[in-house]
């Protein structure tokens, strides 16, 4: 399969911003998540989390949730595109463990999942227009925190 330019011009942005979101969640600059997103954008944690929201609503949740969130990293990889002009869906691996505590006691937890994302071309290149999290597993869940991830 040959790409054009264009499409792997596109595929390096795109992979820019799926790169971007992490980092801006995984460092708490929550507000940055308003450039890669568009500004109507719809998050749906719900099989991860039930959390299901606006760009403004993510923001406020994810300030929330990562109060008992001592470190997390979000490693993504083997990103499907799938484009249809000015549009992508792309569907990407995410490994996510993170260190949480509830003030008497700190675990750490893991979550695999898949991220798939609709984007669309704007003005300003490429933007998240969905996000929906697919699970795949949670491991090492503890009982102080399982009805938070339901």
Not at 31 to 43: N, Q, S
Request: negative net charge.
């Amino acid at each position: 399969m040959s790409l054009s330019v264009q499409e792997m011009s596109d595929r390096f942005e795109i992979q820019d911003l799926l790169v971007g979101y992490c980092y801006a969640v995984d460092s708490r600059d929550f507000d940055a998540l308003d450039r890669y997103f568009t500004p109507d954008a719809v998050i749906d944690y719900s099989e991860m989390v039930g959390f299901r929201g606006s760009l403004a609503e993510t923001k406020d949740f994810l300030r929330g949730s990562f109060a008992i969130v001592t470190a997390a990293q979000h490693a993504v990889s083997t990103t499907r595109y799938e484009f249809d002009g000015d549009m992508c869906r792309t569907k990407t691996v995410c490994y996510n463990p993170m260190t949480v505590s509830n003030g008497a006691q700190e675990d750490t937890v893991t979550f695999g999942l898949w991220y798939v994302h609709d984007l669309v071309r704007t003005i300003d290149g490429w933007r998240i227009a969905r996000l929906y999290e697919e699970k795949c597993y949670r491991l090492n869940i503890p009982e102080w925190l399982s009805e938070k991830v339901a």
